[in-house]
C-alpha cells in the first residue's frame, strides 16, 4: 500500500541575504514549493536553479502565497521592500531582526492588520551554517498570535526549531536581543582576554580552548541570578561577594596597563561593580548590577 505524501505548505521568501538563502535552502530540500525574492535579482539565480519560483517583486512574491516570510537587513528594509505592497490575507512572519517596539508596530492595527494581514514576529537564534542542521541547536523566537505560529509550525520548524514565547508581539525580538547582547558581553570579554596574551609567546589556538571552557564552566552562573532577581536575596548561595570581586579589579586594570591593553572594555562593568558595592552590597554576588542598569 502506498500512502499519499504529506502536502508541503508552498509560501514566499523576501530576502536572499546570507540567512534568506539558508532558509531557502532547507525549505526547497524539505519539499517545500518556495517563491523567493530579492532586492538585487541576481542573488535568486543560484535558487532558481535549485527549483524556487523567483518573482520579478516584493508584490508579485506576496500575492504568490498566504505565507510570507520576511528576512531583510532591518527594519527600515522591510518598510521600503512592503511598501505599497497589498498584503490582504498575507500571514506575515517577519523574521528580520528588529526592535520589541518596531516588532509591536507591524503587530498594530495601524501596520499589518490595517492592511489586511496576520503578523507573527521572530527572532532568528542561529548562523547561516547552523540552518537545516538539526543537531547545531539553532532556532527561532517566536511571538505574537499562537494560532498563527500554530497553523503554520510544520512549515516554520524546517530550517531550525521554533521556540514560541508569548502573544506579545515584541517577545521574541526582545529574547533575540537580549540573548545576542549577552554574546557580544561575552566577546568583548574574550577580545579583553587576547589582547592581554597577545604580545607574549602564547599561542592564541592554544589559549582558545583553555578561554572557551572557562566560559562554558562560568556560563551556569546565570541560573544564580536568574534565582536572585525571584527571590530578591541577592546574597543567597553566593560563593564569590562582591567586596572581593571589587577589591580584585585594580588587579585586572593593573595587569591590561602592564600588557599595554586598553581596559576599555572592562572598565563599565566594573565602575557599575564599585557603585553597588558602595551601596553596602558587599555579601551580594553580580546580580545588584542588573538593579542598576535598569535605573
Ligand atoms: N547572518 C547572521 O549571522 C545573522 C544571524 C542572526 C540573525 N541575523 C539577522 O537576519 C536578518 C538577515 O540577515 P542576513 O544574514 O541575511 O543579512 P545580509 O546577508 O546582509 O542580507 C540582507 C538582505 O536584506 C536585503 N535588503 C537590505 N536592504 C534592503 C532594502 N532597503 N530593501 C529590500 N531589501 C533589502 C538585501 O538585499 P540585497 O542587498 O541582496 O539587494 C539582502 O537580501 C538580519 O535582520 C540579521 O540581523 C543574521
Redesign the pocket.
Known amino acids: 500500500m502506498t500512502r499519499n505524501p504529506v502536502e508541503k505548505t508552498s509560501l514566499t521568501l523576501l530576502?536572499?541575504?546570507?540567512?534568506?538563502a539558508a532558509f531557502a535552502r532547507a525549505w526547497l530540500a524539505a519539499g517545500h514549493q518556495l517563491t523567493v525574492w530579492?532586492?538585487?535579482p541576481a542573488?535568486a539565480a543560484a535558487l532558481a536553479a535549485e527549483g524556487a519560483r523567483v518573482a520579478d517583486s516584493a508584490a508579485e512574491a506576496v500575492a504568490a502565497n498566504t505565507l510570507v516570510v520576511v528576512?531583510?537587513?532591518?527594519d527600515?528594509?522591510v518598510e521600503?521592500?512592503l511598501a505599497g505592497v497589498d498584503l490582504t490575507g498575507t500571514d506575515l512572519v517577519n523574521?528580520?531582526?528588529s526592535t520589541p517596539a518596531q516588532a509591536r508596530a507591524r503587530a498594530r492595527a495601524e501596520w499589518a492588520r490595517a492592511r489586511g494581514a496576520r503578523c507573527l514576529d521572530g527572532g532568528?537564534m542561529?548562523?547561516?551554517p547552523m540552518v537545516g542542521v538539526p543537531e547545531a541547536g539553532g532556532y527561532v523566537f517566536y511571538s505574537g498570535s499562537r494560532d498563527l505560529f500554530e497553523r503554520h509550525h510544520d512549515a516554520l520548524r524546517v530550517p531550525v526549531g521554533t521556540v514560541y514565547v508569548g502573544e506579545d508581539a515584541g517577545f521574541a525580538a526582545l529574547h533575540d536581543v537580549a540573548l545576542l547582547s549577552a554574546m557580544y558581553g561575552m566577546f568583548a570579554g574574550a577580545a579583553h582576554a587576547f589582547a592581554l596574551i597577545r604580545k607574549e609567546d602564547i599561542d592564541p589556538a592554544s589559549f582558545a580552548p583553555l578561554l572557551a571552557d572557562w566560559l562554558v564552566a562560568m556560563a551556569p552562573a546565570v541560573h544564580q541570578t536568574a534565582e536572585h532577581l525571584r527571590g530578591g536575596d541577592y546574597t543567597k548561595d553566593v560563593v564569590s561577594g562582591l567586596g572581593m570581586q571589587v577589591a580584585g579589579t585594580p588587579t585586572f586594570l593593573s595587569t591590561a596597563e602592564e600588557q599595554g591593553v586598553s581596559p576599555e572594555l572592562l572598565t563599565p562593568y566594573f565602575e557599575l561593580m564599585r557603585r553597588r558595592l558602595a551601596e553596602g552590597s558587599g555579601e551580594e554576588g553580580l546580580t545588584g548590577v542588573v538593579d542598576l542598569l535598569g535605573r
Open positions: 530576502g536572499l541575504g546570507a540567512m534568506g530579492n532586492r538585487t542573488r528576512c531583510l537587513l532591518d527600515a528594509s521600503e521592500a523574521l528580520t531582526t532568528i542561529a548562523v547561516p
